[in-house]
């Protein structure tokens, strides 16, 4: 059992069903990620780095894309989703759009690579 299906088998099942779609499409746009434990969350990670997290808090659920750069790029997609430097706040009423999950998550990746590039 993976990191991540170890981490939804914890949750509510219309919590895990929500992340997992999240996960699902993640996988979709960067097949080559794979679960893992990454600063203490269930993650996908590209390349041996954090990709992206979704965790459930007490406000409702925080999307983290390992940097403060692809939330920013992402900002005039969120509709006011409340952000920080480093995760986006969602609810189950009030989902990430789907054009904005995909830019961070796209965004995530081209940093990793970049960062690697440069290495």
Avoid: N
């Avoid at 403060?68 to 920080?84: H, K, N, Q």
Wanted: neutral net charge; hydrophobic residues 45%; contains cysteine.
């Amino acid at each position: 059992m993976t990191e991540v299906e170890a981490y939804l088998e914890t949750l509510a099942q219309a919590d895990a069903d929500i992340i997992r779609g999240y996960y699902t499409r993640a996988l979709e746009l960067v097949p080559e990620a794979i679960p893992a434990r990454k600063y203490g969350m269930a993650a996908l990670a590209y390349r041996d780095r954090g990709l992206v997290a979704i965790v459930v808090r007490a406000h409702g659920f925080s999307l983290c894309p390992f940097g403060s750069a692809p939330i920013e790029r992402a900002a005039w997609l969120l509709g006011g989703l409340p952000t920080s430097s480093g995760a986006v706040r969602f609810t189950a009423d009030r989902l990430i759009p789907p054009a904005a999950f995909d830019q961070m998550v796209l965004d995530s990746r081209e940093g990793i690579d970049a960062r690697l590039t440069r290495s």
